[in-house]
Nanobody, 124 residues
Framework: QVQLVESGGGLVQAGGSLRLSCAAS????????MGWFRQAPGKEREFVAG????????YYADSVKGRFTISRDNAKNTVYLQMNNLKPEDTAVYYC?????????????????WGQGTQVTVSS
């Protein structure tokens, strides 16, 4: 089992940047595919970005491609989401997720473990 704790959220103006971090417990972090999702008020939780166990494969939602970058440091048991050129529509609670599987997972239902989320608010 793995526990996930997100950090790095906050309030930023449009065009600004934030870096989210997700720290994981356990010794087998490198065996988990990781993902970032977000949920805006009144909307369903949606996929943002995913990364494979070793970090060699990544995948992004079209809405963030070219602006967000997912990365991981398996020695630090941490996955990151660098968010640049933020827009008001990026405002949401951001969640990291993990699953004991190779490859990159896009589907919310495939992830077994979730963090509590961190709020990102982008003002116009």
């Amino acid at each position: 089992q793995v526990q996930l704790v997100e950090s790095g959220g906050g309030l930023v103006q449009a065009g600004g940047s934030l870096r989210l971090s997700c720290a994981a417990s356990g010794r087998t972090f490198g065996s988990y595919a990781m993902g970032w999702f977000r949920q805006a008020p009144g909307k369903e939780r949606e996929f943002v970005a995913g990364i494979s166990r070793g970090g060699g494969s990544t995948y992004y939602a079209d809405s963030v491609k070219g602006r967000f970058t997912i990365s991981r440091d398996n020695a630090k048991n941490t996955v990151y989401l660098q968010m640049n050129n933020l827009k008001p529509e990026d405002t949401a609670v951001y969640y990291c997720a993990a699953d004991f599987t190779p490859g990159v997972l896009v589907s919310r239902g495939k992830y077994d473990y979730w963090g509590q989320g961190t709020q990102v608010t982008v003002s116009s």
